[in-house]
């Protein structure tokens, strides 16, 4: 199974500064149809997971544009430009490209300092 | 809008059997792969199952296979997943999530989750 770990585990950013989010991968996750499978989540506190980014770096409908994703083969990296009080909360990278199953990173606890 | 809204939680004791429900609403259901993932009390996210969008195919975790079963009624747009012997470890938040994806999964819309507290 595709292992994901996530660096760091906890990140105390101050408002307005920007917060980078690490997700290795024991295997490459580029698909042999060229594409990466690899989303990140938020969870908010008390809320269930909110996909942010799918494939790798496609934004989802709604999601601030201060958030980014980037990364290939085996890292990747979820960006946040400018942290807000609202982007409190664990963030999750998942990947499918080799699946199943579908394996989960272990998740990055963003706070404010 | 997308809805999903899980049911069928509680607490049981260790080697009984539940059923949880998915609801869904709001999209075509016959056209969308369903997942259910679990978040264990201050832990992190698990997948648990997936069926295809017209149930051909079942995939489980190992950490689930032989005791859980995904399955779907199109008729009524509800997802289920049918959790027997059960354990503590068990004892979980369990999430529904529609996939979008056609290659490779991409759980766009997930539930509220339902609890499920395993203990004597």
């Known amino acids: 199974d595709v292992v994901l770990t996530q660096s760091p585990l906890s990140l105390p950013v101050t408002l307005g500064q920007p917060a980078s989010i690490s997700c290795r991968s024991s295997?490459?996750?580029?698909?042999?149809?060229?594409?990466?499978?690899l989303d990140w989540f938020q969870q908010r506190p008390g809320q269930s997971p909110r996909r942010l980014i799918y494939?790798?770096?496609n934004r989802d409908s709604g999601v601030p544009d201060r958030f980014s994703g980037s990364g290939s083969g085996t890292d990747f990296t979820l960006t946040i430009s400018r942290v807000e009080a609202e982007d409190v909360g664990i963030y999750y990278c998942?990947?499918?490209?080799?699946?199943?199953?579908?394996?989960f990173g272990g998740g990055t606890k963003v706070e404010i300092k | 809008q997308v809805q999903l809204v899980e049911s069928g939680g509680g607490v049981v004791q260790p080697g009984t059997s539940l059923r949880l429900s998915c609801a869904t609403s709001?999209?075509?259901?016959?056209?969308?792969?369903m997942h259910w993932v679990r978040q264990a009390p201050g832990k992190g996210l698990e997948w648990v199952a997936v069926?295809?969008?017209?149930?051909?195919?079942?995939y489980y975790a190992d950490s689930v296979k032989g005791r859980f079963t995904i399955s779907r009624d199109d008729s009524k747009s509800t997802l289920y997943l049918q959790i027997n012997s059960l354990t503590t470890e068990d004892t979980a938040v369990y999430y529904c999530?529609?996939?979008?994806?056609?290659?490779?999964?991409?759980?766009?819309?997930w539930g509220q989750g339902t609890l499920v507290t395993v203990s004597s």
């Open positions: 999530a529609r996939d979008l994806g056609v290659v490779g999964p991409t759980l766009d819309y």
């Open positions: 709001g999209f075509t259901f016959s056209g969308f792969g």
């Open positions: 069926i295809w969008y017209d149930g051909s195919k079942k």
């Open positions: 295997h490459s996750l580029v698909h042999s149809d060229g594409n990466i499978y």
């Open positions: 494939e790798a770096s």
């Open positions: 998942m990947q499918g490209t080799h699946w199943p199953p579908v394996t």
